[in-house]
């Protein structure tokens, strides 16, 4: 069983910055694949970005992509996101979630990932 908790969000203006963290209990974090998916008002959830278990590979959605920077640190069961140039349109609640050795093709698919987090706000002002 792996529990993630998420960290970070907040409110900012369009054009700042926000890290957020999602924090994993267990021992085995290194043998997970990460990911952050998000879900705006009134949609779907959707993928943002993940960081293979290997932590040699990372994947971003074309809507973030330059922008946000996915990174793990192994030693600290924990998992970043740095967002940078923040939209409006990245409103939204950003969810943590970790896939078991989970292979690179998945990673962007919600079913690739075993465990959950609950989710922080992120809202970008105008």
């Known amino acids: 069983q792996v529990q993630l908790v998420e960290s970070g969000g907040g409110l900012v203006q369009a054009g700042g910055s926000l890290r957020l963290s999602c924090a994993a209990s267990?021992?085995?974090?290194?043998?997970?694949?990460m990911g952050w998916f998000r879900q705006g008002p009134g949609k779907e959830r959707e993928f943002v970005a993940a960081?293979?278990?290997?932590?040699?590979?990372?994947y971003y959605a074309d809507s973030v992509k330059g922008r946000f920077t996915i990174s793990r640190d192994n030693a600290k069961n924990t998992v970043y996101l740095q967002m940078n140039s923040l939209k409006p349109e990245d409103t939204a609640v950003y969810y943590c979630a970790a896939g078991f050795r989970v292979r690179d093709g998945l990673l962007h698919q919600e079913y690739g990932y075993n465990y959950w987090g609950q989710g922080t706000q992120v809202t970008v002002s105008s």
């Open positions: 267990g021992r085995t974090f290194s043998s997970y694949a």
């Open positions: 960081i293979s278990w290997s932590g040699g590979n990372t």
